[in-house]
């Protein structure tokens, strides 16, 4: 384990960071847990380092002193000193590896030593399995780089595979595309800049703690750039190199000079931006999860796994549509070259996610219709005496939203229909005529209606109404053989009101009354 340790450790920028966070803890240890030794407590301490520490993040100590100091604020002394302590350990774990790695030599460990001695041939390594290639289907956890920790945080957000975190969208889109020379950069506007570093200082503040203040310039001159509480990212700026700087431009009132302070920042390069100079992505976080660093995860993935997303629209759809390529809409949501491209992107997911309930409510209707339906047989004189007894005569579009309705009653598949008209426009009457025709055929009809109040109304319209009017209704095939033979058929008149039930939703689930099976 020793000698892999050391190969990780290589690299100077992370073993720097990992010192820092050492020696804070240690101070912490030393000040009996108090708090204190960062300014702002640890907590905050924690939040900042953790956005700058680069490759530090992949090591499994430096996750898991993450992961038990989550929450220390609120720890007792006793809490503390058990999570710093295993926390130190792990830390100072990685740099004794290394020295036996690196110089052959002890550390005081004797067993560590040794098994760190062993020569190749007595202690030979299996080869390492080789990582499964991803899918869209991987689990966030299993990917490189990314920890226990993080993992468990976008999964508080219902990010636990690939393709959860393609489908993870930013919730808005912060504006820093527009770049500009530095005398051109116009006060109270949110700005982009690339510029050379020129000088690099700290200063404490009068609230307490350190500063770092960062000056840039180009052609046309200089730039302030102001970091509160994070005096550890002087390490990162080197004079002469190019950064990339976004944010809100202001005038420092004592030196008329313009400054941008708690920027956002990256260093320049010739490969695409992902914090600064474009629209940039602010998604939905929480607890152990920061902006950056989920920013630079989501475009890892987004980059390798949006080629993978197969596109189910056939492409003379898209170009009749005017819509671009799923993986495009895909990487275009998540990190948009501009706002044209990301309203394509836009619409092209609406497009999806309406064609996908159009064909759910298809489904639906293909898996209705294919139930069992009881078709009714239209009782003419039913309906005309129940016109008769209206006192209005049907429209014209009434009349016509009926011989639909009466063409659907007479199939053997259920009915599904949608009558819509405004308020006043007679839709009650239509429903009227319809649940006439279901009695007359011996069945049940109930009239929903969105509140108990006017479910009341309807009934006591109805029963007015429907009361006049005398519905003939069959027996049953063997009661009628019985009483007049195989043809005979008796009839008799019956108040309706007992057959047909207005009801609110909420009663007709309460009530036991009424039966779905047809009674004649």
């Known amino acids: 384990m020793a000698p892999r340790t050391s190969c990780q450790l290589s690299s100077m920028e992370s073993k720097d960071q990992i010192i820092q966070l050492g020696k804070l803890l240690a101070e912490e240890q030393r000040r009996n847990f108090d708090d204190g030794a960062a300014p702002d407590g640890l907590e905050r301490y924690l939040t900042g380092w953790r956005k700058d520490a680069n490759g530090a993040l992949q090591y499994s100590p430096v996750q898991q002193t993450l992961e038990l ?25 990685l740099f004794r590896g290394q020295v036996v790695g690196d110089r052959g030599q002890g550390t005081g460990d004797g067993r560590a030593v040794s098994k760190s001695l062993k020569s190749p041939a007595s202690s030979p390594k299996a080869p390492a399995k080789p990582p499964a290639p991803m899918t869209l289907d991987t689990p966030i ?25 393609l489908y993870h969208f930013p919730h808005r889109y912060d504006d820093y595309s527009s770049q500009k020379q530095i005398a051109n950069l116009e006060i109270g506007a949110v700005e982009t800049v ?40 002087a390490r990162q700026f080197s004079v002469g190199a190019r950064i990339v700087l976004s944010g809100k431009v202001t005038l420092d009132a004592f030196k008329g ?33 920061y902006e950056r660093n989920a920013r630079s995860i989501i475009k890892r993935v987004v980059d390798l796994a949006a080629p993978m997303v197969v596109d189910y629209l056939p492409e003379n759809v898209r170009q009749r549509a005017n819509l671009m390529p799923l993986p495009q809409a895909l990487v275009q949501m998540h990190f948009p070259a501009d706002k044209e491209q990301v309203e394509r992107a836009r619409r092209r997911l609406g497009f999806d996610e309406f064609l996908f309930i159009q064909l759910g409510v298809l489904q639906r209707k293909l898996l209705w219709q294919g139930e069992r339906g009881y078709p009714l047989v239209f009782q003419e004189p039913i309906h005309e005496e129940f016109l008769g007894k209206l006192p209005f ?19 053997p598949t259920p009915m599904a229909r949608l009558l819509q008209g405004d308020v006043g426009s007679g839709k009650t009457a239509v429903t009227a005529a319809t ?3 279901a009695i007359a055929n011996g069945y049940q009809a109930a009239i929903m209606a969105p509140t108990e109040i006017l479910a009341e109304q309807h009934y006591k319209g109805l ?26 058929f008796r009839a008799r008149s019956c108040h309706p009101e007992a057959r047909a039930h207005t009801t609110s939703a909420a009663a007709l689930r309460a009530s036991r009354k009424f039966k779905l099976a047809p009674t004649h």
Do not use: C
Not at 145 to 159: E, N
Not at 219 to 232: C, I, T
Not at 463 to 488: A, D, H, Y
């Open 69 to 93: 100091l989550a929450g220390y604020g609120v720890f007792d002394a006793t809490t503390r000193r058990a999570r710093v302590g295993i926390a130190l350990e792990g830390l100072r774990a």
């Open 393 to 411: 005569e049907l429209t014209g579009t009434q009349v016509r939203a009926l011989e639909e309705i009466f063409h659907d009653i007479r199939r």
């Open 194 to 233: 690339i510029a050379t570093v020129t000088d690099v200082r700290t200063f404490g503040m009068k609230a307490g703690g350190q500063a770092l203040e960062v000056l840039v310039s180009d052609d046309s001159g200089d730039l302030k750039a102001v970091f509160f509480r994070q005096p550890w990212l």
């Open 257 to 289: 000079q313009r400054q941008i302070s708690a920027p956002e920042w990256e260093p320049f390069t010739d490969n695409e931006l992902i914090h600064t100079g474009r629209l940039v992505p602010v998604h939905s976080l929480t607890k152990g999860l």
């Open 463 to 488: 029963k007015e109404l429907l009361t006049k009017i005398r519905v003939p209704r069959g027996e049953t095939w063997s009661r009628r053989r019985r009483r007049s033979g195989p043809s005979g």
């Open 435 to 437: 649940a006439m025709q």
């Open 141 to 165: 956890d299993q990917l490189p780089g990314i920890g226990k920790v993080t993992a468990q945080s976008f999964k508080r957000l219902g990010v636990r595979t690939v393709l959860d975190m």
